[in-house]
């Protein structure tokens, strides 16, 4: 097993030597596997490495906000770090991924700066593009103004994002319900709160957002908060 890595490092030389021109398209296709069971780490590298944009988007998508709720901010940044230079400028909707670093470094105004020139990219936002993001760019706003105490702009940000996301986004949608769950609770707003709370927990990926904490548990350590 000692020889693992080198051996890797070797074989991979030797497929790009020999056959350069397919090196990209089986990255993909390792890439493409991993994911489909269950290795979003490993995919993830297998997709920038074969410049797979699309791909690696999806994953950023399905699984930056499931590691900030599980509390793994390094991994959060390394993601972000292993990102080309080049895929910034090439593709804006990747700018997007800082947006939820700086809030959490409690560098509000950076961040929302940042979505306000993503906004200004895509012109009207009615883009096919800007579509596709548009759930995303207003459940970090509303993420912000929760983490802010801001509770009318965390009202009026969910509701517009509980519009623009998808019913495949489960992802997001349970981030802001439980955001903005959150922000009730701490103004007092128990009855609130707790809808929303329920509402996450129906929602299939509760289980992975909360660090594999049962609905039941999860709910009374709220209500041992209030």
Known sequence: ??????????????????????????????????????????????????NDVASAWELIQQNIFMKIHRGEIK?????????????????PTFNVIKAPLLFINGRFDQGTRLLDEIDLQFGDGKTGEYSRISGLVT?????????????????RYAHEAFQQLSDQQLVLKTSVQMALGDTYRQNGRWQEANALYQKACFLQVSGLLLHHIPCTDFLSSRK???
Request: hydrophobic share 35%; proline share 3%; aromatic share 12%.
């Open 1 to 50: 097993y000692r020889y693992h890595n080198h051996f890797r490092k070797y074989l991979n030389a030797v497929l790009s030597r020999q056959i350069p021109e397919r090196v990209d398209h089986l990255h993909q296709l390792a890439g493409k596997w991993l994911a489909e069971n269950g290795y979003p780490e490993e995919a993830y590298r297998h997709t920038l490495a074969g």
């Open 75 to 91: 991994s959060v940044q390394e993601w972000l770090d292993a990102v080309p230079e080049d895929w910034f400028a090439r593709y």
């Open 139 to 155: 459940s970090l706003r509303c993420v912000s103004a929760c983490m802010q105490n801001n509770l009318d702009a965390a009202e």
């Open 224 to 226: 041992n908060q209030r």
